[in-house]
Every structure is written in C-alpha cells, then in structure tokens.
C-alpha cells in the first residue's frame, strides 16, 4: 500500500484519504500540539486550542471538506486568543501536514 500523499497549498492541508480516516488522524496530532477542545466528526470539524513559540495561545480550527479528487481538505484558520498577532496559517497547517505525514509514513 502506498503511502497517501499530503500537501500543503496556503492555509490547507490536502490529503490523499477519505475524512472519516483524515479527522482522527487530525485529531491525534492536534493533541500533539495542544488541548482539543471541539470535536465534530460528522461536521468535519475540529478546534485545538495551541501555543506557538513568540505567540500567545492561539484557536486552531479544522474544516474538513472531500473533494472528488480523491483528496480531503483541511482548511485551517488562527485566530489569537490574547490579542496579539496569531501565527501565520500557513505556517500552522505545515506544522499539522508534518504530523500527519509522521503518522501515515
């Protein structure tokens, strides 16, 4: 069996698996990088309350949406919970995609 491919395109991560074997997948590494604090398997999503080196604590939240293609998105939005700047999305989806290709490899 291959391994599936992930990818990162700006704030999303694209993986090459159906959602109901993506979410749980989101779900552990999103315990590996803070509190989980929201979990809706049916509606794709998925909130982690995180800290991020020279940020303060940040909520991440996870929308899963399957494409066609074969592909499940995870579209990922930052927003800081003490009022300063949250990190860059872009940067927090790569730190997911990493965990995620640590899992399927």
């Not at 700006?10 to 698996?17: P, Y």
């Not at 109901?20 to 809706?40: K, N, R, S, Y």
């Not at 940040?58 to 919970?81: I, P, Y």
Request: net charge negative; aromatic share 4%.
């Amino acid at each position: 069996m291959a391994t599936p491919v992930v990818v990162v395109d700006g704030d999303t991560v694209a993986a090459e698996l159906p959602a109901g074997d993506l979410f749980p997948m989101l779900v552990d590494v999103g315990e590996t990088m803070g509190d989980v604090v929201h979990l809706d398997p049916e509606g794709g999503l998925l909130e982690v309350i995180a800290q991020f080196a020279g940020y303060g604590p940040c909520s991440v939240l996870l929308s899963l949406q399957g494409r066609g293609t074969g592909m499940t998105e995870a579209w990922c939005t930052v927003e800081t919970l003490s009022g300063g700047p949250p990190p860059p999305t872009a940067a927090v989806a790569e730190l997911l995609a990493d965990g995620l290709r640590r899992l399927v490899a």
